[in-house]
């Protein structure tokens, strides 16, 4: 069945620096979505990413959909500590259902 | 207004007991969903229902039993609970569309088996 999977599971980083995770799917995707759980909190869509190649920003982040639409990533620039949370990666399949990657925790040391 | 909203929050019961999890939106979404999430933060696949149908029962036991009234709610019965049961359970919302569309989900409930 279809997988996704993300790396890294944690990341540590200082305030202010930069933070990348990582996504790749077994198959190829129609499209692939992005969110963020804080911590205690629920998953919040953040953004989806449809063209082979595309790439979208939101303020500090920036998406990427990989030229084969099998991989994606999620960059934040100048990380802030109002950026922890777990990222997750989600690719559709049938039944109008999303595989979620198994997420990126992210701390920010102050 | 919430968008997604379950009931309750925070359940604790024994092994072997029968619970059940409401959940509504408000949204007008055809589609809704339930999700595991474990200890570990993995969000499982459970169900999917489109316009009270069901779509997809991700190979989730027998004990779970959706149940949706109408399209606006989807409640989730669980018979016999086990330790293993313990998780947060996430109810989402979206319109049909092949996984096009972005989901909303509701703040989750923490359910702890003892």
């Known amino acids: 069945g279809q997988q996704v999977m993300q790396i890294p599971q944690y990341q540590h980083v200082q305030e202010g620096e930069d933070f990348t995770t990582y996504c790749n799917s077994s198959t190829t995707l129609s499209n692939i979505q992005w969110y963020k759980q804080r911590p205690g909190g629920h998953p919040v869509f953040l953004i989806q990413?449809?063209?082979?190649?595309e790439v979208k920003k939101q303020k500090r982040l920036t998406f990427q959909f990989g030229e084969a639409k099998k991989n994606s990533s999620l960059h934040i620039t100048a990380t802030q500590t109002t950026d922890v949370g777990t990222y997750f990666c989600?690719?559709?399949?049938?039944?109008?259902?999303?595989?979620f990657g198994g997420g990126t925790r992210l701390m920010v040391k102050p | 207004d919430t968008a997604v909203s379950q009931t309750p929050k925070y359940l604790v019961t024994q092994m072997g007991n029968d619970k059940s999890i409401k959940c509504e939106q408000n949204?007008?979404?055809?589609?809704m969903y339930w999700y595991k999430q474990d200890s570990k933060k993995f969000l499982k696949i459970m169900f999917s229902y489109n316009n009270k149908e069901l779509i997809i029962n991700e190979t989730v036991p027998n004990r779970f039993s959706p149940k949706s009234p109408d399209k606006a709610h989807l409640n989730l019965h669980i018979n016999s609970l086990e330790l293993g049961d313990s998780a947060v359970y996430f109810c989402?919302?979206?319109?049909w569309g092949q996984g096009a569309f972005g989901y909303t989900f509701g703040s989750g409930t923490r359910l702890t088996v003892v």
């Open positions: 989402a919302s979206s319109q």
């Open positions: 949204l007008g979404h055809d589609t």
């Open positions: 989600a690719g559709p399949r049938a039944g109008n259902m999303l595989t």
């Open positions: 990413l449809v063209k082979s190649g």
